[in-house]
Nanobody, 117 residues
Framework: QVQLVESGGGAVESGGSLRLSCVAS????????MGWYRQAPGKQRELVAT???????TYANSVKGRFTISRDNDWKWVDLQMNSLKPEDTAVYYC???????????WGQGTQVTVSS
């Protein structure tokens, strides 16, 4: 089992920055990927960024060049630096962890990000 706790969300104006943090605990040794997803009201949850063992990184096209994902080598945390924020970035952001067994995945409780015009 893996427990994920996010922090760092808040309200900012368009063009501002936030740094989201996710701390992982429990049995983390078999994690092969961690990342961030987001969900706006009435919308489906979508991938924002992921980072794999070996440090392969994937970004959604909508955030590429503005967001940066990073992690520590032991999967103790994964961060998301968000710059040049836009109102369309407003959503609840969720931390995610994937183990090598495909059915074993974990989600944090979410942290709200609100970007005003």
């Amino acid at each position: 089992q893996v427990q994920l706790v996010e922090s760092g969300g808040g309200a900012v104006e368009s063009g501002g920055s936030l740094r989201l943090s996710c701390v992982a605990s429990g049995t983390t040794f078999s994690i092969i990927s961690m990342g961030w997803y987001r969900q706006a009201p009435g919308k489906q949850r979508e991938l924002v960024a992921t980072i794999t063992r070996g440090s392969g990184i994937t970004y959604a096209n909508s955030v590429k060049g503005r967001f940066t994902i990073s992690r520590d080598n032991d999967w103790k945390w994964v961060d998301l630096q968000m710059n040049s924020l836009k109102p369309e970035d407003t959503a609840v952001y969720y931390c995610h962890a994937q183990k090598i067994i495909t059915t074993m995945e974990y989600w944090g409780q979410g942290t709200q990000v609100t970007v005003s015009s």
